[in-house]
């Protein structure tokens, strides 16, 4: 990161770069980055990424081309899983050699997210021909960063870019670039393309010091986690099985904030080296795991900038609010293959949807129920607190199976479950979440207050 950064903005800021110029600066950088963790395989990623930017330009003019980008991208994610990053001897003796030198780190893990970023660019493209939509004036009316003069990161994204900006330094260059390469946060092609010429300045020289600061006290807070508390050792022994139904609900709890804390700090560092360099990206962890009351508020805080690539390249597309119930089967299911070909996390992924489906229709008919006495106010808070407990429950029954018990231990948990004894921990663990939300709701009261009352 260190030696990246004092480089690239030594060039950038010493020789004024923009544009062309900037791109090609950190396409240079980033590849021979990519050269020391994958070696000869360099050479794959760059022979997709050439084929998926030769079927954007042939047919970006034409209405199927999205569904062409898409379905190019999922067989060649499947494909790498398939045949595990490819072997060369597959295309000939000669090469086999090659096999001997690649790299540090497998090639197809971190290419996930370079299939996002080919879809990202080959749709940008698409409807920057069809001409953008965006009512930027509108947009300033209801963000505080773009009325306040800056550009927030949905403008960028929003916003088409000319022609000219889609070049193929630029896109490689946008794949390849070095500090979000391997983790994300997951950024637009737009977004990023529109950093080049304008290096964001939406923080300080001073914020951003203090998240990075902010980074190594969490650090150290997961240091000491880990070190107290050995809940992913039960996971992994199977000790689990021995257990009462409390102590694994405890232990599920225990590996969701693990897995919170560790994404947290993954993503945050490389979002901070993004910032150093000048370019803007989505906070991937908005909202502490533990403040979230519904699975729709807790996908938009799990992975933030995912969620929003999903929600602009596939659920829109799909037809959004209009076919909800259908779409998101669609999309978890995507997100399940997408991170790896596996069972747990394709049953993972429907018992999510199964659980996200009464959700979706209680609020709908929430809305149209509109309580105006006080009595009435009371029992739909009342309603909303339990459907939130009911909602936690859910959750961490989807994560046990995605990544505690698996699917093949279903039945020993429901047997477990089943059992008289374990009532009274399942009515305990059921007040806790209950307890939980309505001091999220204080929570948010108390920030809306203090939001009017500053403004």
Not at 10 to 20: D, I, P, T
Not at 361 to 370: M, V
Not at 434 to 439: A, E, F, P, S, T
Request: glycine content about 6%; aromatic content about 18%.
């Amino acid at each position: 990161m260190g030696a990246f950064m004092i480089v690239a903005n030594g060039l950038r800021y010493g020789y004024s770069l923009k544009g062309r110029g900037a791109s090609l600066s950190w396409l240079i950088l980033s590849l021979s980055y990519l050269c020391y963790l994958h070696g000869a395989c360099v050479g794959f990623i760059l022979v997709i990424a050439w084929i998926n930017y030769a079927i954007v330009k042939l047919f970006a003019r034409y209405k199927y081309c999205t569904g062409l980008i898409w379905c190019f991208n999922l067989g060649i994610l499947i494909l790498n899983r398939v045949y595990e990053g490819y072997s060369f001897s597959l295309f000939g003796e000669k090469l086999a050699f090659l096999d001997n030198y690649r790299g540090t780190f497998r090639w197809h893990i971190c290419f996930n997210f370079v299939v996002l970023r080919m879809i990202s660019f080959g749709c940008d493209y698409c409807w920057t021909l069809c001409s953008s939509h965006f009512d930027h004036k509108k947009h300033m009316q209801k963000c505080e960063v773009c009325y306040s003069g800056k550009t927030c990161y949905f403008a960028l994204q929003e916003k088409g870019l000319s022609i000219e900006k889609y070049t193929f330094l630029t896109y490689l260059c946008y794949l390849t670039y070095a500090p979000l390469y391997i983790a994300g946060p997951v950024v637009s092609y737009n977004a990023f393309a529109a950093q080049l010429d304008v290096p964001q300045k939406n923080y300080s020289v001073g914020q951003i010091c203090c998240y990075g600061l902010r980074w190594i006290l969490n650090f150290l807070l997961m240091e000491a986690m880990t070190h107290f508390f050995h809940y992913n050792a039960f996971v992994v022994s199977r000790l689990w099985r021995q257990l009462t139904p409390f102590e694994i609900f405890i232990i599920s709890y225990g590996v969701l904030n693990f897995m919170w804390l560790k994404f947290f700090l993954i993503w945050r560092y490389f979002r901070f080296w993004s910032l150093v360099g000048g370019v803007e990206t989505p906070e991937n962890m908005p909202r502490c795991i533990n403040n979230c009351h519904d699975l729709e508020s807790f996908w938009k805080s799990w992975h933030a900038s995912f969620n929003r690539w999903l929600v602009r390249y596939l659920y829109i597309p799909l037809g959004g609010s209009r076919r909800k119930l259908l779409s998101i089967w669609i999309v978890f299911t995507f997100v399940a293959v997408w991170h790896d070909l596996e069972w747990k996390l394709i049953s993972w992924a429907w018992l999510t949807c199964l659980f996200f489906v009464p959700e979706i229709l209680i609020k709908s008919l929430s809305n149209n129920f509109q309580a105006k006495s006080a009595l009435g106010l009371f029992i739909q808070r009342e309603l909303s607190a339990i459907a939130g407990a009911v909602t936690i429950s859910c959750l961490m029954v989807a994560n046990l199976v995605g990544y505690v018990v698996g699917p093949s231990g279903i039945k020993i948990l429901i047997s477990q479950m089943a059992q008289k004894d374990a009532l009274p921990a399942l009515a305990l663990i059921f007040t806790t979440f209950y307890v939980g939300v309505k001091l999220m709701f204080h929570i948010r009261d108390a920030g809306k207050k203090h939001g009017s009352q500053t403004s």
